[in-house]
Nanobody, 115 residues
C-alpha cells in the first residue's frame, strides 16, 4: 500500500529555516514525480513544489527562491528545505504523489511561522 509520512514540522520564527522530509513506500518511488502541498486554515490546498522523476523542479511563485525540493531515490524520501520563512507560510504541509489515476497524500505536518 502507498504510504507517505511527513516529518520535520513545528514552530519557527519569521526569517528562520526548516526542513521537511517525506518517507515514501508502497510504489516504485524513483519512477514518479513527488510534490509538496500546503493548506492554511480556511484556504484551499495548493501546490508548493514538485520534483519530477528525473529531478526537474517547479515551485509556486510564493515560495520561489526560498524553498528547495529534493529527492533521494536510494532512501525513497523527498525533502523540502524552507528558508526565509514568513508568517504566511504557516500551514499544514503535505507530501503527495499522483499514482495510477489518483492522488495520494500523507497525513501532513504542521508548520507555524510566528514570533
Amino acid at each position: 500500500q502507498v504510504r507517505l509520512v511527513e516529518s520535520g514540522g513545528g514552530l519557527v520564527q519569521p526569517g528562520g529555516s526548516m526542513r521537511l522530509s517525506c518517507a515514501a513506500s508502497g510504489f516504485t518511488f524513483s519512477s514518479y514525480a513527488m510534490s509538496w502541498y500546503r493548506q492554511a486554515p480556511g484556504k484551499e490546498r495548493d501546490m508548493v513544489a514538485v520534483i519530477s522523476s528525473g529531478g526537474t523542479t517547479n515551485y509556486a511563485d510564493s515560495v520561489k527562491g526560498r524553498f528547495t525540493i529534493s529527492r533521494d531515490n536510494r532512501k525513497n524520501t523527498v525533502a523540502l528545505q524552507m528558508n526565509s520563512l514568513k508568517p504566511e507560510d504557516t500551514a499544514v504541509y503535505y507530501c503527495s504523489v499522483w499514482l495510477r489515476g489518483m492522488r495520494y497524500w500523507g497525513e501532513g505536518t504542521l508548520v507555524i511561522v510566528s514570533s
